[in-house]
């Protein structure tokens, strides 16, 4: 088995912001010489998340609405007073910060609608993407 292990930063320009990363990975992937596996995509930040599904762009914006809605940002959170961004937290633990991709003859196998997305929860801020392929 091989593994190949990137890495790429993406920078946030807003508090709340979805970030379609599939474009970077599947490059990753395609380049890795690795023809079939997993692939795992992390973001190895506490206020960031990872998820597959659909960059429409009323969706991306509902995504934050939703976001903002259940992990209200003006809540008293404990964490709070320590620093303003307990909702991020909450929202990273929830939804997690990797998801894991099969690889087949040499490509990203994902949903005709499901892109990868960065949830940025607590710009404007650079993130690091580790992106591991193992397999053959």
Known sequence: MRVVVREFTVTSSSRFEVIDITTKVETIVQNSGIRNGLCLVFVPHATAAIIANEAEPGLLSDYIDFLKETF????KWRHNRIDDNAHAHLASAVIGPSRVFPVMNGRLVRGTWQNILLIELDG????RVIVEIMGE
Do not use: S
């Not at 209200?72 to 809540?75: S, W």
């Not at 404007?124 to 993130?127: A, I, K, L, M, V």
């Open 72 to 75: 209200k940002p003006d809540y």
């Open 124 to 127: 404007p801020r650079t993130r």
